[in-house]
């Protein structure tokens, strides 16, 4: 029997849905999808500059796996960049640290700070559902 995955931490959801090319004509079939987790171990590796062991660590996840999912991130980012593909973030295996919310209106899922408005950051809708 296979073992149970752990969920990986991270610490804030991106506040954006994705990404599109601009001056490419493409249908929106053409996507490719990065997890939450997969955007956190790019952040942490290649923004904040963390080592993969540091990162592994802030993930709460092995070394080992933590490479793994670095790399996937990367080979789809590659993928979405030559073929001009639209790069979409979605759920996947992932935890906050902070709790995450929803905004109906405009369908997207994030996260605020202590110090933000409770407010989507998109629309500025109020009506925002908290997420377990």
Known sequence: MARTTKH???QKAPEFSGF???GVQKPASCEVSINYEEYEAIKLCDYELLTHAEAAAMMNI???TFTRVYESARRKIAKAFVETS???FE???AVLESPWFSCPA???TFSLGADNPQICPFCK???IQKNN
């Open 8 to 10: 990986r931490v991270i």
């Open 20 to 22: 599109k090319p601009f």
């Open 62 to 64: 092995s070394r080992p």
């Open 86 to 88: 639209i790069i979409c």
């Open 91 to 93: 759920g996947g295996n």
């Open 106 to 108: 405009c369908k997207i």
């Open 125 to 127: 809708s109020a009506d």
